[in-house]
Each structure stands twice: as structure tokens, then as C-alpha cells.
């Protein structure tokens, strides 16, 4: 049931992966095929398609899984911002995230939605990039809520 709760996910726009890039293919190859049977009638083209999607689907299917496995749900995506980051020890909060994809780029997400991303030349690279991003982004937050402290200290006055 699992499984099946991967593919579909996987087969969708996912927040961090994007759409699924299989997608264009599946629909195109089986139409290939159909289209190829056509000159032994509707029996060919019934055949030729179904040949391109079950010899196609598998792999699609085999990806939609990987992605709809490795990219946490909407629900955990809430979840997590609520806690703090352990391989950083940032907390979550509302401000968006950089954090990085499997494609070795960092990615700016906020309330699930992807907002900013960039592409990067290494896995280690892109790392660096994050760190440096998501500590401006705390300090940033830190000046802000001293900001706040000030301003309720000054009214108080």
C-alpha cells in the first residue's frame, strides 16, 4: 500500500523535486506507437500503443517511487519546520529555508512552496552555499526579534 502511496505522489509536482520529468514521455511514446500501428488498423495501433507503455511504464513507475519516497509530504514538510534543524541547529521558523536537493543545488522553500533556486557545480558546494544562506538567514531573524525587544522596551518608557 506503501508503494502505491509513493507512485502517486512521485508522479505529481513534489516541493522539492518539481514535476515529474517522465511525465512528457509517457504520454508521447505510447502515442508514438499507436501512431506507428496504424497501418494494420485499430488492432495495430491498439497494439503498438499498448507495447510503448508497458515497455516505458516500469521505469516511469520505478522513478515516480524513488521520488515520491525520498521527498518528505506535505504534512512532514510542516512538521519539520516547527522544530529545529539538527544537522544545523538552526530552528525553524516562519522564514523561509535554503536547503539542498539531490541535483546539487540549494533551494529556497518557504511554507512548501519553492520560491528561489540555485543551481550549484558540487554536492559540496552546494552545502557550503546553504550554511552560509541559513546562518544570514538566522542572524537576520535574531535582529529582528532585538528589534522588537527594543521597540517594547522604548514603548514601555
Do not use: Q
Given at each position: 500500500?506503501?508503494?502505491?502511496?509513493?507512485?502517486?505522489?512521485?508522479?505529481?509536482?513534489?516541493?522539492?523535486?518539481?514535476?515529474?520529468?517522465?511525465?512528457?514521455?509517457?504520454?508521447?511514446?505510447?502515442?508514438?506507437?499507436?501512431?506507428?500501428?496504424?497501418?494494420?488498423?485499430?488492432?495495430?495501433?491498439?497494439?503498438?500503443?499498448?507495447?510503448?507503455?508497458?515497455?516505458?511504464?516500469?521505469?516511469?513507475?520505478?522513478?515516480?517511487?524513488?521520488r515520491g519516497k525520498q521527498s518528505p509530504d506535505k504534512a512532514t514538510l510542516?512538521?519539520?519546520?516547527?522544530?529545529?534543524?539538527?544537522?544545523?541547529?538552526?530552528?525553524?521558523?516562519?522564514?523561509?529555508?535554503?536547503?539542498?536537493?539531490?541535483?546539487?543545488?540549494?533551494?529556497?522553500?518557504?511554507e512548501g512552496e519553492i520560491c528561489n533556486e540555485i543551481y550549484c557545480a558540487s554536492h559540496d558546494?552546494?552545502?557550503?552555499?546553504?550554511?552560509?544562506?541559513?546562518?544570514?538567514?538566522?542572524?537576520?531573524?535574531?535582529?529582528?526579534?532585538?528589534?522588537?525587544?527594543?521597540?517594547?522596551?522604548?514603548?514601555?518608557?
Open positions: 500500500m506503501n508503494t502505491l502511496k509513493y507512485i502517486i505522489r512521485g508522479i505529481g509536482d513534489l516541493p522539492d523535486y518539481g514535476p515529474h520529468p517522465g511525465t512528457p514521455l509517457m504520454v508521447i511514446l505510447p502515442i508514438i506507437g499507436a501512431i506507428a500501428g496504424l497501418d494494420n488498423g485499430l488492432k495495430g495501433a491498439i497494439f503498438g500503443f499498448s507495447i510503448f507503455f508497458l515497455s516505458f511504464s516500469p521505469f516511469y513507475l520505478m522513478g515516480a517511487y524513488a510542516k512538521s519539520n519546520r516547527k522544530m529545529s534543524d539538527p544537522s544545523t541547529g538552526i530552528p525553524r521558523t516562519n522564514m523561509p529555508r535554503w536547503r539542498i536537493t539531490k541535483y546539487s543545488s540549494a533551494l529556497l522553500v518557504h558546494e552546494a552545502e557550503c552555499l546553504v550554511d552560509v544562506l541559513n546562518e544570514l538567514t538566522c542572524r537576520a531573524e535574531k535582529a529582528e526579534s532585538e528589534i522588537e525587544r527594543l521597540k517594547d522596551a522604548l514603548e514601555s518608557l
